[in-house]
């Protein structure tokens, strides 16, 4: 199959016709990762997704893939190895949605973070992490700070340590895994929602029963073993998986952007609150300086989280406490987006988190991942698919071979890897200039699309005005590409998260909004009441982009809780392997 949208009626009919060894529900980092990995693998592999890819919490953290320096203050010292070891290899396999981003990390008088310790602290994890030479820690004297920031509180300043962090796109990198996926096989769909399952008269789940929430129409997807993957609403379909006295929670995540007039930022700023020690991350992105916190207990709508009043007036208060220079307000803000991820703790003890288990397999054999991160992700993948392969030798006689994405670029990584991504895109460049387009131009999209870029080159070599109908040429290239192999169906889509517009430039997506939903509704033959019904979601879209929330159901979460929410993935699957390898042992 393709991921080109014209396609999709077509496609959608080889669910009827397949029998897959493994049906994935959800289209976020974690379902995108197994489908990746089990596909490369030789399996016959579905992916559904109900809402658009990337659309829950893989689309809306603070993009950025960390190296596990938290896990030191913890001495965690193996998910810090692990951890470091992931991100190197996800940069050489994916250069064009990954970013090197210097972190400072300032001391201040009774603050958390102390001058020896933490230059102590870089020093191992430079060693344990793996860190590259020029990317080691660097020690700043107080005068060099502000130097380096001079808007930075300079009352209590000792110093700042500075280190490299990944930055990401993180909608566009799950994007790149499917499209990734279905070049290895799957079969891969947004929009398709899992209502139900079918059993076998043994009651085994053996089939899941998806509406098309495009046409309404409703499928049978068969599989061998089906897996829950659905993040945050794991627990709605295997409410099984939770054991006696463990409970569900939620943890929602802020973020606001603003212009670089407003907040310039050459690196990013990582700090902590005076009142609970909560790491705040403010980070570069082009011209804009984007700010985030996951500080709330959240009991709203997990389909749309939004940025509260509360949200804002305490993420401006810690940047203004911390940047005083800047006196940032209300008005300063040019949009935002809220995350929500899951957790699960023990009800009698909150500084306990709940199961350590990889898979929760309930009595119907619907398997359930119950973790899942930006950061070890592919990690966590290949430990899933181990286990689906073992189950379904055991159980279906089925081999496939061993694990294949520790060197398999994702879609857009065929450049070379990390040392050989500036040079790919230098003749990128001359490749776009030739396809009209102006240096800045083909540069730009390069970095975004790496290798898939010939394929907008050569939209761009053909264009004419009557078929761009008012749109810049760059816009149109990634409009033409979206919707011919990313299999993009909405318009809000478009400018979340095939381009992340609505976020990083919000003006550009309102000069263009009536253009790119014109051209769409020409491309798919729209009515009149789905023209207005699409241009209504991206209205809705702007507007809570824009527009903070009341009151969006948030508690503060404890030291504990928060501590929680940020354990790593990593630390689960080793404790699982643990466990294995003590029981292999006996």
């Known amino acids: 199959m393709t991921l080109n949208a014209r396609d999709r009626r077509q496609n959608i009919q080889l669910l009827k016709q397949e029998h897959y060894d493994l049906v994935i529900m959800g289209g976020g980092i974690t379902g995108a990762g197994i489908a990746l990995d089990a596909a490369s693998r030789g399996m016959k592999v579905a992916l559904l997704e109900r809402e658009d890819f990337a659309s829950g919490a893989s689309g809306r953290s603070t993009k950025m893939i960390h190296g596990g320096l938290r896990y030191l203050k913890k001495f965690q010292i193996k998910n810090v190895m692990q951890t470091g070891k992931e991100r190197a290899t996800l940069y050489e396999n994916a250069p064009h949605v990954i970013r090197r981003e210097k972190m400072l990390i300032p001391f201040y008088r009774g603050g958390s973070f102390g001058r020896l310790t933490t230059s102590i ?102 599989g061998d073993i089906v897996l829950n993957a659905t993040g945050a609403w794991a627990y709605d379909f295997s409410p099984e998986a939770i054991v006696d006295g463990m409970e569900v929670r939620y943890i929602k995540g802020a973020h606001l952007v603003f212009d670089q007039k407003d907040f310039p930022l050459e690196d990013a700023l990582f700090f902590d609150t005076e009142d609970n020690k909560q790491m705040v991350c403010a980070i570069p992105r082009g011209d804009k300086t984007y700010v985030g916190v996951s500080s709330s207990l959240y009991e709203g709508k997990r389909e749309t989280p939004a940025v509260s009043t509360t949200d804002q007036a305490r993420l401006l208060t810690l940047i203004n406490q911390f940047l005083p220079a800047l006196n940032l307000t209300t008005e300063s803000i040019e949009s935002s987006w809220a995350g929500v991820t899951s957790i699960v703790i023990d009800k009698h003890n909150t500084g306990k988190k709940g199961q350590k288990s990889l898979l929760k397999i309930t009595g119907d054999g619907l398997v359930t991942v119950t973790t899942g991160k930006l ?65 800045e131009e083909a540069r730009q999209l390069a970095l975004i699309y790496g290798s898939n870029i010939d394929l907008l080159f050569n939209i761009a070599k053909t264009a004419s005005p009557e078929e761009m109908q008012g749109l810049p040429l760059p816009l149109y290239l990634q409009l033409r590409y979206a919707l011919e192999s990313e299999s993009l169906l909405r318009p809000s889509d478009f400018f979340i998260r095939r381009t992340g517009m609505l976020y990083f430039d919000i003006a550009q997506m309102m000069q263009y909004q009536v253009e790119v939903v014109r051209f769409m509704a020409r491309y798919f033959s729209w009515s009149i009441e789905q023209i207005k019904h699409y241009n209504s979601e991206l209205e809705m879209a702007l507007y809570q982009a824009t527009h903070p929330v009341e009151d969006d159901r948030i508690v503060k979460l404890t030291q504990k809780e928060q501590s929680l929410a940020a354990a790593p993935v990593i630390e689960e699957m080793s404790d699982q392997k643990k466990g294995e390898d003590e029981a292999k042992s006996l």
């Open 121 to 222: 602290g870089l020093k191992v994890y430079d060693y344990l992490a793996g860190v590259q030479k020029d990317e080691r820690r660097q020690i700043y004297r107080r005068d060099e700070v502000l130097k380096k920031i001079p808007q930075l509180k300079a009352e209590g300043l000792r110093g700042a340590a500075e280190y490299v962090e990944y930055r990401t796109d993180d909608a566009r990198l799950t994007l790149e895994i499917i499209k990734r996926a279905v070049e290895m096989g799957a079969h891969c769909f947004n929009y398709l929602e899992a209502q139900s399952f079918n059993y076998d008269p043994n009651g085994y789940v053996e089939a899941v029963v998806v509406k098309d929430r495009m046409t309404q129409n409703t499928y049978l997807v068969e």
């Open 375 to 439: 950061t070890g992700y592919r990690e966590l993948a290949e430990s899933v698919v181990d286990e689906i392969v073992a189950k379904l030798g055991s159980e279906k006689g089925k081999t496939f071979g061993a694990c294949q994405t520790m060197t398999l670029p994702i879609s857009g990584g065929d450049v070379g890897g990390s040392e050989g991504f500036a040079q790919f895109i230098e003749k990128a460049v001359e490749a776009g200039i030739a396809a009209n387009l102006t240096e």
